[in-house]
């Protein structure tokens, strides 16, 4: 089946650094990928929406100079966390919608998320 | 008023209980209608979906949406330990193809 990788799992930085996340779609290629935020037993929360080859779209509240997105290629995404501050502390989790149709583009395809600490 | 609201739980059962999870919207743009499965630090993955209303089954699980009632359910039979998770109901717009989560209900299964 689609599997999406998510790279790191876990990610403990400095404040005032940046973080990039990596989302690769390994059997499939994805035409929209959507990145999530999830805190501690709360549902997931869209960050940005981005298609292969143009800009990302974000959702209202979120920085977009903040959290630079990346869709370079149909297999890739990157979500870069820019001058982390403890607050940015949370679950990034990506999805990516199969560029086929059928089963694999109803629900998509979720990473395995990664954990980022800010200190 | 969220778009998508569920009851967080957490929801206790017995092993071999039939689990009734639920969630209510407020959007008639939203065409399709899914379950995740989510485990502690790992990314949802998907159980059901639909897009019409009426009943699904697959093995234990049957997921129901009645769109005039803008009301989705999710049965598990029997369940087992394992299905302890969260379980969040997310639904697409049809236009965007963004996906829209309920907060997730959280489900213990005892044995």
């Known amino acids: 089946g689609a599997v999406v990788s998510q790279h790191p799992s876990r990610v403990i930085c400095k404040s005032g650094t940046s973080v990039k996340i990596e989302c690769r779609s390994l059997?499939?290629?994805?035409?929209?990928m959507f990145w999530y935020r999830q805190f501690p037993k709360q549902s997931l929360m869209l960050m940005a929406t981005?298609?292969?080859?143009?800009?990302?779209?974000?959702e209202q509240g979120v920085e977009k100079d903040k959290f630079l997105i990346n869709h370079a290629s149909l297999t890739l995404s990157t979500l870069t966390v820019t001058s982390a501050h403890p607050e940015d502390s949370s679950f990034y989790i990506c999805?990516?919608?199969?560029?086929?149709?059928?089963?694999?583009?109803?629900?998509?395809?979720f990473g395995s998320g990664t954990r980022l600490t800010v200190v | 008023q969220k778009e998508v609201e569920q009851d967080p739980g957490p929801l206790s059962v017995p092993e071999g209980a039939i689990v009734s999870l639920n969630c209510t919207y407020s959007?008639?743009?939203?065409?399709?209608f899914m379950w995740y499965r989510q485990y502690s630090r790992k990314g949802p993955e998907l159980l059901m979906y639909?897009?019409?209303?009426g009943n699904k089954e697959d093995g234990r699980f049957t997921a129901q949406v009645d769109k005039s009632s803008k009301y989705i359910s999710l049965f598990i039979r029997d369940s087992q330990p394992s299905d302890s998770a969260t379980y969040l109901c997310?639904?697409?717009?049809?236009?965007?193809?963004?996906?829209?989560f309920g907060q997730g209900t959280t489900l213990q299964v005892k044995p």
């Open positions: 999805s990516a919608r199969d560029r086929r149709g059928g089963r694999a583009n109803y629900g998509y395809t």
């Open positions: 059997d499939f290629q994805a035409t929209t």
């Open positions: 981005s298609n292969e080859g143009s800009k990302a779209t974000y």
């Open positions: 959007n008639s743009a939203f065409q399709y």
């Open positions: 639909t897009y019409s209303s």
């Open positions: 997310a639904m697409r717009e049809g236009n965007t193809g963004k996906l829209i």
